[in-house]
């Protein structure tokens, strides 16, 4: 090769970066890309550092249980012509508080109540888009989710209910810690566990109905998961653990939307993959 | 020497099922009390109705002076849970997190953790010759270190009462002697009330100065040495009263 073609080899290369450059500058320039950023960032945060309470309660599955129920909210919410959100944050919180009662009460396992309440959230939901004459767009955008149409209002929505989700987890930490190492140990140092379920359930409820509009209704308990269950595979402490499990969700929402976004891929569903690339990454580290 | 705790004709029950029925006893300070019973005698379910963990069908108990349902002091009262699955290898607490749980009765919300409460730790990893695991998991220790972890969160908050449930299951012999031997420097050093439950009533018999003996109710209640004598006891037992008495007769360690 002279030096004439290896000039022009850099100057191909030199400008393809270029252009590789100028369109990633211009895709963080977009405004649904930083709001899909933004409103991802968040969600994805308190989603993991939620996930890392439930898995340890082996309360994992609440989260695609309470997704089920929001399906059938957004589908009230359409039919009534209401914003969905308005009305599935009440709607979702009531029902994490329905499934407590009923694991408290009835004497069932929670894994029953979650299925009880899931199924009649699905039920609600098919059965109003039925009674509107089938699926329409605004209801099947919400099974699998789209970030990149994610609207102002959401974003500002999604940013301030994420920042109450995290103050409130911190505020409750130690509480929260105590009683998901030991509930019965935590009673005993005077912290009341039924107000700190309730707190736990509240919390699951509101992020799981943000995370809908991310991911979408089928591939919310991924984000609530597999964060979670990444961290702990390598973490060394408790804080830790909640720490890299956030890290792990932020990096895969950043990646998920960009690839989404170079490639024309869904969203959702690469957000959750590159989750579970990172889980499988850590199982191989544990190993070594 | 002051009332710790008081129970007076106190009654658990399970659903329909009494699983305690008038007992009644009293403990002060420096006591140290062996729980002994057979299974389903109702031992745990004391600890528990003590704890506040389970409600009283009936009678009154008062600790620290305060009635059950109104007591908050819990900074007062240390408990070591019975040894069981709870350390999961999969729960990354290290042993610092775990002990900063003992401190918590003693923090109002929202429940900061500052360098008052690490140096605490510090001071209590000290005491148990500890401070090199202080930053190790939790469930990477052996079962004797976990225990002992378990019995400084116990005793992290300072308390006047600690409570053991059945201690020693998870020790080996040696483990165990140790173990028994840092509860009794505790009692008789620092003058804290112990109740320990216990199914080894003849090993318990060498440091315990009391037994609490129950069956749904109370059987005995007094001093070991008493109980070893006793013809009623004697009657009630048969044979078994020999053979709870042989090694506390033998290996008399505790000094009252």
């Known amino acids: 090769m002279d030096m004439n073609n290896i000039l022009s080899a850099i100057n191909i290369c030199t400008s393809t970066n270029i252009k590789t450059n100028m369109e990633f500058i211009n895709f963080l320039q977009y405004s649904f890309i930083q709001r899909a950023f933004l409103a991802g960032s968040f969600v994805a945060i308190i989603c993991a550092a939620l996930g890392i309470f439930l898995v340890l309660r082996k309360m994992s599955l609440i989260g695609d249980g309470l997704s089920h129920v929001s399906f059938g909210a957004i589908a009230l919410g359409i039919f009534l012509g209401i914003y969905p959100f308005h009305i599935a944050v009440p709607l979702v919180i009531l029902s994490s508080y329905i499934i407590l009662k009923i694991t408290e009460k009835a004497k069932i396992y929670g894994d029953a109540a979650i299925g009880i309440v899931s199924a009649v959230g699905i039920a609600g939901g098919v059965l109003l888009a039925s009674l509107s004459n089938g699926f329409n767009v605004d209801l099947f955008s919400y099974l699998f989710g789209n970030i990149l149409s994610i609207a102002l209002s959401e974003v500002i929505l999604s940013v301030i209910l994420s920042a109450i989700v995290l103050i409130i987890i911190y505020l409750y930490y130690w509480d929260l810690f105590s009683a998901t190492f030991d509930e019965e140990y935590a009673k005993t140092t005077g912290i009341k566990t039924e107000y700190i379920n309730i707190i736990i359930s509240a919390l699951t409820a509101v992020t799981v109905v943000l995370a809908v509009k991310m991911v979408g209704v089928m591939l919310v308990s991924a984000l609530l998961i597999l964060p979670a269950v990444t961290s702990l595979q390598i973490a060394k402490g408790f804080k830790i653990a909640i720490v890299l499990a956030c890290c792990t969700a932020l990096i895969s929402v950043v990646l998920g939307i960009t690839i989404s976004f170079f490639l024309n891929w869904p969203s959702g569903a690469t957000i959750v993959l590159l989750n579970a690339l990172f889980f499988i990454l850590a199982l191989i580290y544990k190993k070594l | ?256």
């Open chain 2, 1 to 256: 020497m002051s009332v710790i705790l008081k129970a007076n004709k106190i009654c658990v029950n399970y659903g329909k099922t009494p699983a305690l029925h008038n007992v009644s006893f009293e403990i002060n300070q420096g006591d140290y009390i062996g729980l002994a019973g057979p299974n389903g005698a109702g031992k745990t379910t004391l600890i528990k109705a003590v704890l506040g963990l389970i409600p009283l069908a009936n009678g009154e108990m008062k600790i620290f002076d305060q009635p059950q349902k109104k007591f908050s002091a819990w900074q007062k009262i240390g408990y070591l849970p019975q040894k069981s699955a709870i350390i999961s290898t999969l729960f990354p607490a290290t042993v610092e997190e775990i002990l900063m749980l003992g401190i918590l009765p003693s923090k109002k919300w929202p429940k900061v953790i500052g360098k008052k409460e690490h140096e605490r730790v510090d001071e209590i990893l000290e005491q148990f010759k500890i401070s090199d695991l202080r930053k190790k998991m939790i469930s990477e220790l052996s079962g004797g270190q976990q225990q002992k972890i378990l019995l400084a969160r116990a005793l992290i908050s300072k308390p006047q009462l600690l409570i053991l449930d059945e201690p020693s299951t998870a020790l080996d012999p040696e483990s165990r002697e140790s173990f028994f031997q840092i509860i009794s420097g505790l009692n008789q050093n620092n003058k804290i009330a112990i109740i320990l439950i216990t199914h080894d009533t003849g090993y318990i018999g060498q440091y315990a100065q009391k037994l609490l003996y129950l069956d749904k109710k109370l059987v005995y209640f007094g001093k070991f040495s008493e109980f070893c004598t006793s013809t009623d006891m004697g009657s009630y037992f048969g044979h078994e009263q020999h053979i709870i008495c042989h090694q506390h007769l033998h290996e008399h360690k505790h000094q009252n």
